[in-house]
């Protein structure tokens, strides 16, 4: 069983920057690929980046690119969410997700997920 807890999360403006951490316990954080969806009122989960076990692939959306970077550190069993340029739609809650089997950016693949971290973008 592996627990995932997000933080990093906060108000920030338009053109800020924050950086998302997802530390996990309880299993081998190396096993797991990882995942950062978001959720904003209303609507539903979206993904937002993956990376493998390794961190050697990563994927990102559309929405994201170029302005957010997923990394993990294996040793520190962290991963982050560097986000960049952010905007007002970018206002969401923010959870990261652990998928044994899959690099994925279905969030049905995922085995476990944090309890979110809420992501305030003022204009």
């Known amino acids: 069983q592996v627990q995932l807890v997000e933080s990093g999360g906060g108000l920030v403006q338009a053109g800020g920057s924050l950086r998302l951490s997802c530390k996990a316990s309880?299993?081998?954080?190396?096993?797991?690929?990882m995942g950062w969806f978001r959720q904003a009122p209303g609507k539903d989960r979206e993904f937002v980046a993956s990376i493998t076990r390794s961190g050697h692939n990563t994927y990102s959306a559309e929405a994201v690119k170029g302005r957010f970077t997923i990394s993990r550190d294996n040793a520190e069993n962290t991963g982050y969410l560097l986000m960049n340029s952010l905007k007002p739609e970018d206002t969401a809650v923010y959870f990261c997700g652990a998928a044994l089997r899959r690099f994925s950016s279905n969030w049905g693949d995922y085995d476990y997920w944090g309890q979110g971290t809420q992501v305030t973008v003022s204009s």
């Open positions: 309880g299993g081998t954080f190396s096993d797991y690929n």
